[in-house]
């Protein structure tokens, strides 16, 4: 039987501190959260489930394109304002009930990081693919970009019950502290991968990068 790797994009919050619905601010010619899904349709993952919460019923309507994609699934999360945790155990509810018992390794991609690209989503994804098979069943793969990690993280089957019973909003940061023998580190070259927009002015810069 054939495993399953599924992507988990996380775009449930309200953005609060951006004072906007930070999905749908601009980028390129399209917006945040466009930006990563193009990106993410692009990867090798077969199954990509977007995880939604706040707004949902604004941003639906501006993403209908993406969605006629076969390997893209709208998970929603009422719990949103809890915190991150509670998308993460959405989400991975969504990918068990899309591919079962086949579910091998679920990976966790943040909506508002727009200079990730498709090829460090599928470096990551062949890392984790190509390890031997009794490491890949506890393995956990965090890349870095220069000395930040980043996303997207990789969790294999082993870890599912752990994330199901995250609270708050650290998202998985206890599971990676106390796993930390079973991390591998993928060190990848795009430093950029680590900007995430979380207010005006870390946005401001990043459009004018992309302007210059």
Not at 103 to 129: C, H, K, M, W
Request: with cysteine; proline share 3%.
């Amino acid at each position: 039987m054939e495993k399953s790797l599924c992507l988990i994009i996380l775009a449930a919050g309200q953005s609060r501190r951006m004072g906007t619905i930070k999905q749908l601010l601009p980028w390129k010619d399209v917006t945040l959260l466009e930006n990563t899904l193009q990106v993410a349709l692009q990867s090798a993952f077969s199954e990509i489930i977007l995880v939604l919460g706040a707004n949902r019923e604004v941003i639906l309507p501006k993403i209908a394109p993406h969605l006629e994609d076969d390997r893209l699934t709208v998970a929603i999360n009422d719990d949103w304002s809890s915190g991150l945790a509670s998308s993460l155990r959405v989400g991975l509810e969504m990918a068990r009930n899309i591919s079962g018992e086949t579910l091998q390794a679920v990976g966790f991609l943040l909506a508002d990081l727009p200079f990730v690209r498709s090829e460090d989503i599928d470096s990551v994804l062949n890392f984790y693919t190509r390890l031997p098979l009794g490491d890949k069943n506890l393995a956990i793969v965090v890349p870095y970009y220069g000395d930040k990690a980043g996303h997207p993280v990789i969790f294999s089957q082993c870890y599912f019950s752990e994330i199901e019973k995250l609270t708050g909003d650290r998202g998985a940061n206890s599971i990676l502290k106390n796993n930390g023998k079973n991390i591998y580190r993928l060190s990848l070259d795009n430093w950029q991968a680590v900007c995430d927009c979380d207010n005006r002015e870390e946005y401001a810069s990043y459009l004018a990068r992309i302007e210059r």
